[in-house]
């Protein structure tokens, strides 16, 4: 089963299949049933239900702190360089603790990246190459972890899965764009004006408006510095880059036929120490 992630042509219209519920605007941490409000079938669209964000916190996103002290941070090595990664395992722990155990057994050692699209990501985690092979720790797929806190900012850490929600196996990716396409500016520019729109409640019947999945910081920051939106939500984002985005960018710029290297770029270590600034 190949494990691609669809809709690189476009980042606006990126459409995978599958999507889990985010948490709550009161505890961030839960994934309830989101029950979406949606226009009726034949008639109007309805004039969307707002609420005051006063009495809302403001969602934490730590991909754009940095790591505290001591923090395990791992050094992806490279046949092109070092790539620093850090990871959110109160977030995504099946995810890290997915990949972490698979790095320190070696099981990455000598894999490839072997789907790379410029002004997209670079993918790797195979141990066949093709993009059909590998799995999890545990012997079988397992399910996504998607949270409003973390996004497909440029220099996400994310799983790689084919169409299933649980199909997680052992392949991964590294967001790589530095600017959003026309119709992805646009994309997020049109949540600007959304923050306060009711757009599901949680399972105590809450209203969660638009500003818990995507926050004007998040906005600004895949703007800036670019990133995949359409990916929000639909894959899970368990790390982030830290150092050595030359080398993603660097990566990505491979000659490819049909998205493989022509060249193998190949991962030579997976190593573990803790952050010091």
Same mark, same amino acid.
């Given at each position: 089963?190949?494990?691609?992630? #669809?809709?690189?042509?476009?980042? &606006? /219209?990126?459409?995978? $299949?599958? @999507?889990? +519920? %985010?948490? #709550?605007?009161?505890?961030?941490? &839960? /994934?309830?049933?989101? $029950?979406? @409000?949606? +226009? %009726?079938?034949?008639?109007?669209?309805?004039?969307?239900?707002?609420?005051?964000?006063?009495?809302?916190?403001?969602?934490?996103?730590?991909?754009?702190?940095?790591?505290?002290?001591?923090?395990?941070?791992?050094?992806?090595?490279?046949?092109?360089?070092?790539?620093?990664?850090?990871?959110?395992?109160?977030?995504?722990?099946?995810?890290?603790?997915?990949?972490?155990?698979?790095?320190?057994?070696?099981?990455?050692?000598?894999?490839?990246?072997?789907?790379?699209?410029?002004?997209?990501?670079?993918?790797?985690?195979?141990?066949?190459?093709?993009?059909?092979?590998?799995?999890?720790?545990?012997?079988?797929?397992?399910?996504?972890?998607?949270?409003?806190?973390?996004?497909?900012?440029?220099?996400?850490?994310?799983?790689?899965?084919?169409?299933?929600?649980?199909?997680?196996?052992?392949?991964?990716?590294?967001?790589?764009?530095?600017?959003?396409?026309?119709?992805?500016?646009?994309?997020?520019?049109?949540?600007?004006?959304?923050?306060?729109?009711?757009?599901?409640?949680?399972?105590?019947?809450?209203?969660?408006?638009?500003?818990?999945?995507?926050?004007?910081?998040?906005?600004?920051?895949?703007?800036?510095?670019?990133?995949?939106?359409?990916?929000?939500?639909?894959?899970?984002?368990?790390?982030?880059?830290?150092?050595?985005?030359?080398?993603?960018?660097?990566?990505?710029?491979?000659?490819?036929?049909?998205?493989?290297?022509?060249?193998?770029?190949?991962?030579?270590?997976?190593?573990?120490?803790?952050?010091?600034?």
């Amino acid at each position: 089963m190949s494990m691609q992630l #669809t809709g690189c042509a476009s980042q &606006a /219209t990126a459409t995978p $299949e599958g @999507t889990a +519920a %985010p948490g #709550t605007e009161t505890d961030l941490e &839960a /994934t309830p049933d989101i $029950e979406l @409000t949606e +226009a %009726p079938a034949d008639g109007p669209t309805p004039t969307p239900v707002t609420v005051d964000l006063t009495g809302y916190p403001e969602v934490p996103l730590p991909q754009l702190e940095d790591p505290t002290e001591g923090e395990e941070i791992a050094i992806l090595s490279t046949s092109m360089g070092d790539i620093k990664l850090r990871f959110f395992p109160d977030i995504a722990p099946k995810a890290v603790q997915n990949w972490k155990t698979h790095a320190k057994a070696g099981y990455y050692n000598g894999t490839i990246f072997h789907r790379v699209i410029s002004e997209f990501m670079i993918q790797g985690g195979d141990p066949l190459g093709t993009g059909t092979g590998g799995q999890s720790i545990w012997g079988a797929p397992f399910e996504m972890e998607t949270d409003p806190r973390l996004h497909f900012i440029r220099g996400s850490l994310g799983m790689a899965r084919s169409t299933s929600e649980v199909s997680q196996g052992s392949q991964f990716f590294i967001v790589q764009n530095s600017k959003l396409d026309e119709n992805s500016q646009g994309y997020v520019d049109g949540f600007r004006t959304r923050q306060n729109e009711v757009i599901g409640y949680d399972a105590n019947g809450e209203a969660i408006p638009f500003a818990m999945y995507f926050p004007l910081k998040i906005i600004d920051t895949y703007t800036e510095i670019g990133g995949y939106p359409s990916l929000d939500f639909q894959y899970t984002v368990f790390g982030h880059v830290i150092d050595g985005m030359d080398i993603v960018d660097a990566i990505s710029k491979v000659e490819t036929e049909s998205d493989k290297p022509l060249e193998d770029v190949t991962v030579l270590s997976i190593t573990f120490e803790p952050y010091a600034k």
